[in-house]
């Protein structure tokens, strides 16, 4: 005889109906499905009260205008999820945009101000051959984008069947590294590090002078004073505010670097005037700069050209 369900006992359709007196019900939905990690939900089954407690929690977060990736600890961006938390940036659908710029098939990757490491990761899946750099000021953003290294997996082509343990996945596609930006690169870039051990091809001229296909980067640029909606707080401050000195000393910190194409975000009230730096005060050599708007929004992808030999 079945076990009569006690009266603190809930039925999932019960609690999801209470919540979207709060909240949207796909919302709801979503929520649910995530933390449960299941795409089908047997909604007339009893809600263990763990299970309950969880949800209950989340709603209540949720209440208070928390992300979405905030409570459930990831984020959808490219083709991939990505864990994220207080320390790191939440993936943005605009940064996308950054990959989409990209016109070249590099064989190395450097991105400043990692984050999650969705940048740098899905630019390196993107890219089987490529290896990568991934540097940020901040060592609990870096554990995450480790962390996410050795998640996600690279694409099947790079998936070896007779030998497995060969197989690239993408914590050996890249190395990361606690710096301010790229100063001192060359100095501070450990010489065993998987970079400099899939690099062995270049000349010793090209590694001391640190070449890198692409550089990647979507800097810290709101301005201080600009008010903020509730949820971007979440967002740690250290990724979230900068101005035109935050690009430049970006910018300078690669006199010592060279690319072929240097693709970042950057807000439209600061295009003009990082350009016009560019173009007056050059900290590195460049052919050419391209600012395209992302679709109808106040962000720009700034790409920077060097088409001459390297």
Not at 121 to 146: N, Q, T, W
Not at 285 to 295: M, P, R, T, V
């Amino acid at each position: 005889m079945q076990k009569k369900m006690e009266k603190n006992d809930w039925i999932l359709t019960d609690w999801l109906k209470n919540a979207a007196k709060k909240l949207p019900f796909n919302e709801c939905v979503y929520l649910t499905k995530t933390l449960f990690e299941t795409e089908i939900l047997e909604t007339s089954k009893n809600l263990p009260k763990l299970a309950k407690t969880c949800l209950d929690s989340a709603l209540k977060k949720r209440l208070k205008n928390v992300p979405l990736a905030k409570i459930l600890g990831k984020k959808a961006f490219w083709k991939d999820v990505f864990l994220t938390n207080e320390h790191t940036l939440d993936p943005r659908p605009e940064t996308e945009a950054l990959l989409e710029a990209i016109s070249i098939k590099p064989r190395t990757i450097l991105e400043l101000g990692v984050g999650t490491g969705c940048l740098i990761l899905s630019a390196l899946k993107m890219f089987p051959k490529a290896h990568g750099v991934g540097i940020d000021i901040s060592e609990d953003s870096l554990a995450i984008a480790r962390l996410n290294s050795h998640i996600l997996q690279s694409e099947k082509e790079n998936f070896d069947k007779k030998n497995p343990k060969k197989s690239n996945n993408l914590a050996k596609k890249i190395t990361f590294l606690q710096n301010d930006w790229a100063k001192n690169l060359i100095e501070k870039l450990p010489k065993n590090s998987n970079f400099y051990s899939q690099i062995s091809s270049q000349n010793e001229k090209k590694i001391k002078n640190l070449h890198f296909d692409l550089i990647l980067a979507n800097p810290p640029y709101v301005a201080a004073q600009t008010p903020l909606d509730s949820q971007t707080l979440y967002d740690p401050a250290l990724a979230l505010f900068g101005n035109e000195e935050t690009y430049v000393e970006m910018f300078e910190s690669l006199k010592n670097i060279t690319f072929q194409e240097f693709i970042i975000e950057i807000p439209e009230n600061l295009v003009e005037k990082i350009t016009s730096f560019l173009e007056k005060n050059p900290p590195f050599e460049f052919d050419s700069l391209q600012a395209k708007q992302i679709y109808d929004s106040k962000i720009f992808v700034l790409k920077i050209i060097k088409k001459s030999a390297i």
